[in-house]
């Protein structure tokens, strides 16, 4: 066997034509040989196998392509790569293989097949060519697969045989309704790979994967380990995707985001609930198929849809300004797994298409308004590229108008695999047939068929049932994407959908840190209250996401999307923590830079005190159960250490809403930089810390007059990574 990187054969035809071909980047390229090398050196299993961790379309198929072609070099005969599910994505694979080795299947050095369409004939001539197999991971695909190598052609066992299993994860099974169910289906292909490959004599087993969560959910029971932890499962390497420069993921939209005037600050449109319901199913009292353009209990899938149009129009007359031709765009519509629920979309997309037609015809006060509104608010953030062309409103007004008159924009519904097929190009990507492209459906969303520019996304799945991976396969507007396209792109979904996500982001990075670190040996702590209210272990398998925190050192917490209480109602519990306050000098067990060091039960009762004065507005909530959770967990090493730093400040003067309409979020950080957060981060060392802030709570700020306190809680430096459920998954597993 091969041993290292440096007895690898990297000049071999195979991998010399991929990268002469493909231009491989040296970070990309490392990344091949090294994996390819410790797959030819490594005893590797579907228990312990060779790790390729990517994020969401970042390049992963590019990067295990290249494997496969030095492995092809290094004396490997045949690749089973095994996929997710759909005909869609296998039809996208077959292409994809066959485009990217094209040289050498013309030449008769290799032949790609679709296990469910190789001939049952195959010559000596043809079976001694290096082969690809696809086999989709189902039970029909495998018994061909078997019947294959034991039956048909026997002499495959005796070559070495590479498996991929792409998007290597259990997530996707195992929280679905039927889950034991899934569980055991999963147990039945597993097996079913294992025992194929038990029968090859010579195998090496790589596994590639986006959602590095799927590494802690293992179809058998886990054991929990010493200190709560538990471990995932043990990679014989892992070797992480380089992410390329234009690679736009969840940093963009959830942390980017949160920074005033980023371009990233304008993605996010907030849906209300209500909004979604009306999306749900056709009715005549809620909607009006005559006034769309004007109804407000549908304000924002037309803003929605008119900005996509507006989008659209500023990046063609951009191109087109430069000199360069002119692409097409596409918006995504998904909020329903429904087919009645999607019939109805259609209808409503096709009038919104067929009024604003002719509203631009007749030049209609309605019309110019809502192309202004959507280029006003397109425009802030095309504003903030210096380098791209900035059209004027005369400009795109009239190619919206254009792009309407001749019919540039298309919607179509997709919900089954006979609608992908016939979506899909000859590559196996999903086809844009006109200028603008709006498609409505679920089933569009599946992992890895590829979606070209994607400048719209309205989103609307029920967060009860999220997890980890299906949001993050559903987040297609991740992906390799040209800044001045992002700049146009907005996301629209309810508030408490984009707070699961981002919930969700933060979770994923959390896992992915502690492989980048190999920080993954020592696992992630996983853990929930119980009914008596101890904190205690839980298993990853129980985890339901939508309610998932992730505490990583001195993360702050806090309240956002909330009014106060009326004065009247308030006063009373706004004077007894004017009082504590105060008070705490003396409950103190310490002082520090006007800090002070006290039990974890005083910080507890100043947050439930909090808690009575908060009205939380739709989609945003403030759960004591997980800010004492919280606390229990970062105070409860030892006795002696169940203190929190309070830090308190008053006379605080802050607008209720940031310029651009959405709620405040960072009263703790006046100054830029410095203030509260900086002095806390100072202070959480060992010990949680919570800022106060005493709010004045003007009206002319937007508040209701009354004073109120402001609370942010700092999770100390020196904490493991920690996964903390608020709701687990009741039963077995």
């Known amino acids: 066997m091969t041993g290292s990187v440096q007895d ?109 369409s190789m001939p049952d004939n195959l010559r000596k001539y043809e079976w001694n060519q290096k082969l690809a197999l696809i086999v989709k991971k189902e039970t029909h695909n495998l018994e061909r697969l078997r019947t294959a190598l034991e039956e048909k052609y026997p002499e495959l066992k005796e070559k070495r045989v590479l498996f991929i ?35 090859i004599k010579h195998t090496a087993f790589l596994q590639v994967t986006a959602t590095p969560y799927s590494l802690y959910l293992q179809p058998e029971d886990m054991t929990i380990h010493k200190g709560k932890v538990f471990e995932p499962i043990r990679p014989s390497f892992t070797e992480l995707v380089p992410v390329h420069n234009r690679y736009i993921g969840g940093e963009v939209y959830f942390e980017m985001s949160e920074k005033e005037d980023h371009l990233a600050s304008y993605l996010f449109h907030e849906v209300n609930e209500k909004e979604l319901e009306v999306m749900k199913k056709m009715d005549g009292r809620r909607v009006k198929m005559d006034q769309l353009l004007e109804q407000k209990n549908i304000s924002n899938i037309r803003m929605a849809v008119v900005n996509f149009i507006v989008g659209a129009s500023i990046r063609r007359c951009q191109q087109r300004l430069k000199g360069k ?53 397109l425009i802030r953030s095309v504003s903030k590229l210096k380098k791209s062309p900035r059209p004027d409103f005369k400009q795109v007004y ?89 700049a146009v792109t907005r996301f629209y979904t309810t508030a408490r959908i984009y707070t699961v996500m981002k919930r969700i982001h933060e979770f994923d990075s959390a896992l992915r840190r502690a492989f980048e670190r190999g920080g993954h040996d020592q696992g992630v702590v996983f853990i929930q209250r119980d009914g008596t209210e101890e904190i205690i272990p839980c298993s990853p398998n129980k985890i339901l996401l939508s309610n998932v925190l992730t505490m990583k ?28 306050v105060d008070q705490l000098k003396r409950a103190a067990l310490k002082e520090q830079d006007g800090a002070y ?62 310029k651009d309409g959405s709620y405040e979020n960072s009263p703790d950080t006046p100054g830029r930089g410095e203030g509260e957060l900086a002095e806390a981060r100072r202070l ?43 709701r687990t998954v009741k039963g077995k597993h």
């Open 8 to 116: 690898l054969k990297t000049d071999g035809a195979f991998f010399k034509y991929l990268n002469k071909k493909n231009e491989y980047k040296q970070p990309v390229r490392e990344t091949m040989v090294r994996t390819a090398a410790k797959l030819t050196s490594s005893a590797t299993s579907e228990q312990r196998p060779g790790m390729l961790l990517g994020k969401v379309q970042s390049g992963k198929t590019r990067t295990f392509i290249g494997v496969m072609g030095l492995m092809y070099d290094n004396g490997f005969d045949v690749v089973i790569l095994l996929t997710k599910g759909t005909n869609a994505l296998v039809r996208q694979t077959y292409a994809r293989l066959h485009e990217e080795f094209s040289d050498a299947v013309d030449q008769d050095a290799m032949r790609v097949y679709d296990i469910m």
């Open 165 to 199: 299993d792409d998007e290597a994860d259990f997530a996707s099974v195992a929280y679905e309704y039927k889950r034991d169910q899934n569980l055991k289906q999963m147990r039945v292909i597993a097996t079913k790979i294992n025992a194929l490959r038990k029968k």
């Open 325 to 377: 031709r002119e692409e097409k765009y596409s918006f995504i519509i998904h909020t329903e797994r429904g087919k009645s629920a999607h019939a109805w979309q259609a209808e409503l997309i096709e009038g919104f298409e067929k009024l604003l037609t002719e509203a631009a015809d007749r030049e209609t006060d309605t019309f110019q308004t809502l192309i202004r509104e959507a280029y006003d608010d």
């Open 398 to 486: 009239e190619e919206v108008r254009r792009s309407l008159n001749e019919e540039y924009v298309v919607s179509s519904v997709v919900n089954s695999e006979k609608d992908v097929q016939e979506l899909l190009d000859y590559k196996g990507e999903l086809k844009l047939r006109a200028p603008m492209n709006i498609f409505i459906g679920g089933q569009i969303l599946d992992r890895g068929v590829t979606i070209h520019n994607l400048i719209g996304f309205f989103y609307g799945r029920n967060p009860k049932s999220f997890q980890q991976d299906t949001v993050l396969q559903h987040s297609r507007m991740y992906g390799a994407r040209p800044v001045a396209d992002l």
């Open 553 to 580: 050192p001195h993360k702050r917490m806090l309240p956002v999307g909330f009014q106060t209480g009326y004065k009247t109602h308030i006063q009373k519990q706004v004077r007894q923590l004017d009082d504590r």
């Open 597 to 658: 060091l006290v039990p974890v039960e005083e910080a507890k009762r100043l947050l439930s005190l909090v808690h009575e004065t908060l009205e939380m507005e739709e989609g945003y909530d403030f759960s004591m159960d997980e800010y004492e959770g919280v606390l229990d967990y970062l105070t409860a090493e030892s006795e002696k250490r169940a203190f929190v730093w309070v830090l308190a400040k008053k006379n605080r003067n802050i607008q209720r809403l940031k």
């Open 684 to 726: 959480a060392r060992n010990f949680p810390a919570l800022i106060m802030l005493r709010q004045e709570g003007k009206k002319e700020q937007g508040w209701r007059g009354s004073p109120f306190w402001w609370p942010v809680l700092i999770v100390p430096a020196e904490t493991a990574p920690t996964v903390y459920a608020g």
